[in-house]
């Protein structure tokens, strides 16, 4: 389903984000990309989704190419795929059932009643049937983040890419997002991929892991193997440790020469 | 100081001047492909007519407010300052040709044109910029959908569209201001006010020649409007800053761009 191989990518050629990235998704799997903010997973994620290419190796998503992609190919390739963003990217200016109906009426020519029955099976999976006429403002986090998720499914895709997709989210709804995750693979036959911090709530929905430092996937395995890692940088950041490889103190001048409590 | 240093420093800002010429250059450049990718691109603009329409609600008839208001006053003021002027010359009755050829010939143009860089040019770039910063372009992006058609197309031909009529009723607003002063205020005559501006104003030479300045400046405050938004930083300072730079950049475009056309239309030939 998708195949990144001796990836390397930066936005500018002296400070690589990703720095030779390998791996294989299956189909039907659902995937986690976790690391600490600025490993590189998201820059990942949108290597994936073909909104960069890679400077070196190659990537492989959905039996394409994607450095080979045109334009239109790109866009083909993506009306197999559903995005679900961070804080949803909601459009504003519709209500949720436009919203919901918005890759429908783009993408394709059904008429009015079958994109209305589509939207509210859409709705109904992801439980807001009856918020269909409210407006984004209207919503809570949590509900707005059910309703892109219910857009990102809209045409079925094959490949679901998830960015951040727990962040600012208060138990109940953070609960609500990951079941649907699950059942919504599951139930479409989809393969998902989830970039997350957030390590302790993921290990609970995902079937593999990869995990990132410094543009590198320097972890990986099932939940249970994550968790049982001796690997100090997997071990420090499961566990929420303070120091570690990864210290708390930001590299910084001497602190007691600093507030200048010394001589000289 | 040193010769090294005076090389060096001279250096520095020839370099400097480049960097900031070439840049300067690189985007114009770029807002250019970006206006020509924006016309090419314009078929779900015009073939889902709706998405335009709804652009020239928000561009045009939300703005009727101010256009109408200030085409009243300014016609208002042009009949009082017009009048003052004209009397001293016994011309009191050539003041709607005065009133007319002023609004339909610069003032319509010039102020709608104004008027509706900062409230529709400016409203258009927040927008696409909030949508950006809100990574609903990139949600579009992701869904296939190539959001200068779906997004900057029709808002570009909105605005497009309704500049020219709001100048029209800017002009026509400004005449009924100059008739309320000049003829029921003042006690020109109402049959010389409106015959001699019958007479004077002529269809080609001045409103032909106004519609294509309105038309024009719709087509620069709208591409300025739509580009800043679009290639805005997504942050609440970037979009601040480039809501700023539409209505700063599009004055001075209508400003720059009323001269150029002036000079085309109303020198040496017959209506100069």
Not at chain 2, 158 to 180: R, T
């Amino acid at each position: 389903m998708v195949e990144i191989q001796n990836v390397a990518f930066g936005y500018d050629a002296a400070r690589p984000v990703l720095r030779d990235v390998s791996l294989t998704i299956a189909r039907g799997s659902v995937i986690g990309i976790m690391g600490q903010s600025g490993c590189g997973k998201t820059t990942l994620l949108r290597l994936i989704a073909g909104q960069f290419l890679p400077s070196r190796g190659a990537a492989r998503v959905l039996g394409e190419l994607t450095s080979g992609l045109d334009r239109e190919g790109l866009y083909g390739m993506r009306r197999r795929m559903g995005m679900l963003f961070q804080f949803g990217a909601l459009f504003t200016d519709m209500s949720v059932y436009e919203n919901v109906a918005f890759p429908l009426r783009e993408h394709t020519a059904l008429p009015e009643d079958l994109i209305r029955d589509l939207v509210m099976l859409k709705l109904e999976a992801v439980g807001l049937r009856g918020a269909a006429q409210l407006m984004p403002a209207e919503l809570s986090g949590g509900m707005a983040r059910r309703v892109a998720l219910a857009r990102s499914i809209a045409l079925d895709p094959q490949l679901i890419l998830y960015d951040e997709p727990f962040t600012g989210l208060d138990p109940i709804s953070f609960g609500v997002i990951v079941r649907l995750i699950r059942e919504l693979n599951d139930s479409l036959g989809a393969t998902s991929i989830i970039v997350t911090h957030d390590v302790q709530e993921a290990l609970g929905v995902v079937d593999y892991v990869y995990f990132m430092a410094a543009g590198r996937i320097i972890a990986e395995g099932k939940p249970d193997e994550i968790r049982a890692s001796r690997e100090p940088f997997v071990r420090q950041f499961v566990n929420g440790e303070l120091d570690g490889p990864v210290p708390f103190h930001y590299p910084a001048p001497d602190y007691p020469a600093e507030l200048e409590l010394t001589e000289n | 100081m040193s010769l090294a240093q005076i090389r060096e420093h001279t250096r520095g800002r020839l370099e400097r001047l480049g960097n900031a010429v070439t840049s300067y250059v690189w985007r114009m450049g770029f807002a250019s492909r970006f206006l020509f990718y924006t016309v090419v691109h314009s078929g779900t603009a015009l073939r889902r007519f709706r998405l335009t329409v709804a652009e020239i609600y928000f561009a045009g008839v939300l703005s009727l407010i101010i256009i109408l208001v200030s085409g009243l006053f300014v016609g208002m003021v042009l009949a009082l300052q017009g009048y003052e002027t004209l009397q001293r010359f016994g011309a009191s009755e050539s003041l709607g040709v005065l009133v007319a050829l002023s609004l339909v010939r610069e003032l319509g143009p010039v102020v709608a044109g104004l008027l509706f860089a900062s409230r529709a040019g400016s409203a258009i770039t927040a927008e696409i910029g909030l949508m950006k910063a809100t990574e609903q372009i990139s949600a579009m992006e992701m869904m296939a959908v190539d959001p200068i058609a779906r997004v900057v197309a029709p808002r570009f031909w909105g605005g497009v569209i309704s500049m020219p009529i709001l100048a029209a009723l800017f002009s026509a607003m400004g005449i009924f201001g100059g008739y309320l002063v000049g003829v029921q205020l003042i006690g020109v005559d109402a049959g010389a006010f409106w015959s001699q501006m019958q007479a004077a104003v002529d269809l080609r030479n001045d409103i032909l020649n106004g519609v294509i300045k309105s038309v024009v400046f719709g087509v620069a405050v709208t591409w300025i409007a739509v580009f800043e938004g679009y290639d805005a930083i997504p942050t609440a300072e970037g979009v601040s800053r480039a809501t700023t730079r539409t209505v700063v950049t599009s004055s001075l475009a209508i400003l720059a761009l009323d001269f150029v056309l002036t000079a085309l239309m109303f020198t040496g030939g017959k209506s100069a």
